[in-house]
């Protein structure tokens, strides 16, 4: 059984959908410390120009260092999810696939989500069945709490599950003891996504954007899924 962890992101990117594909189950793990400027609240749209960010607004005044992802609020005062809705539009609508696309998109950032984390779930759940992916996700938030820190975390969340394989970011090198999973004779692989090329909405090519951009310009977006 293959298993694979990653912090909540926001409409992520094709190479973290790319891990969940090639996983039995992924471990959505918000229940780490909230990181600034990270992935966990923004992403990636291609423009005519390059790309630009779209930024979901968090309340961390004071308590940054103090919360784990799931309880971080999201901070309505802006008005952003109309902000990233026309943004949205504007850089897709002559897309291929934005009459498609777009709704789905609408219906989730129209609606008030208790926090950054349930908003993120549901950008990554909302493309599986035109991704054809059918991995189980699961939130640690939904687990017992686990005791253990970086490598040992890991390992001790593969070992609740069971795990003969675990299928890690590319990072994990940097961190894991290879050794102590040995152990417990569950073995490493390394995630090394290539990423694609494909026709965008605009001329040439940006690598790393959210998937939505792959969504609105490909026909068939599972085939870029080995």
Known sequence: ?????????YLPWLGYYDRIAKSDIFIILDTVQYQKNSFQNRNKIRIKNGWSWITVPVKTKKILYDKNINQIEIDYNQNWNTKHLKSIKQAYVKSKNFEKIFPLLE???IKKWPSLADLSYETTICF?????IDTKIIRTSELKPFKENKSDLI????????????????????YLNEKKFENESISIDYHNFIHPSYVQTYKGFEANMSIIDLLMNVEKPANYFE
Do not use: R, V
């Not at 059984?1 to 992101?9: C, D, K, N």
């Not at 390992?155 to 940097?174: A, M, N």
């Open 1 to 9: 059984m293959i298993l694979s962890i990653h912090q909540p992101a």
């Open 107 to 109: 219906n989730i950032l």
């Open 128 to 132: 599986f069945d035109i991704l054809e």
């Open 155 to 174: 390992l001790e969340i593969c070992k609740y599950f069971d795990t003969t394989k675990y299928l890690s970011g590319p990072i994990g090198k940097d």
